[in-house]
């Protein structure tokens, strides 16, 4: 099994893929009385004509290293934003498009203190915390039409944290 090498999540290294939330640099407001730094507006949200943002809440089982990956995902209609409510480290799992299936994956740690959106048709693997409980708010595109394609690796990628 090919094995990616998990790295450390930055904004610049994410940024092919979409935004990290994160409190980085000085705030774009001081609000409340100067009490509270405002990093504002960090996303590119997107949730097409006939979509509206949502606010879901994932309970999601937490996941070992090293990791299996087989089936990466995109959402052609919509962004979609992960935000951890449990201060835990997690995994995020991207590929570049390669003529309509996912190129060779990365892999990043995130901090509990770090969220991601991904811009509309990202490949992604699916949320993977890596410790319970495995809490997130996700922000995504609520519709009628279908917003979710699946692709099932023929060999599976090894995500791992070390050599
Ligand atoms: N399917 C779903 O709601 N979740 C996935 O999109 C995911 O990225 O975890
Ligand atoms: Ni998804």
Known sequence: MEKILIQPLTAHAFAPFGDVLEVAGTPDKMINEGLCGRYHDRAALDFGPDGRAGISIFDAKPRALPYELHLLERHPEGSQ??????????????????????????????????????????????????????????????GETPNLEEYRLDRPYLISAGP
């Open 81 to 142: 934003a992960f935000i951890p409510m449990h201060g835990q480290a997690w995994l995020v799992i991207v590929a570049p498009d390669a003529g309509g299936r996912p190129g060779k994956p990365l892999a990043f740690r995130a901090t509990g203190a770090q969220g991601i959106n991904f811009h509309r048709a990202t490949w992604h693997g699916v949320l993977t915390p890596l410790a319970a409980p495995g809490l997130f708010a996700v922000v995504d595109r609520i």
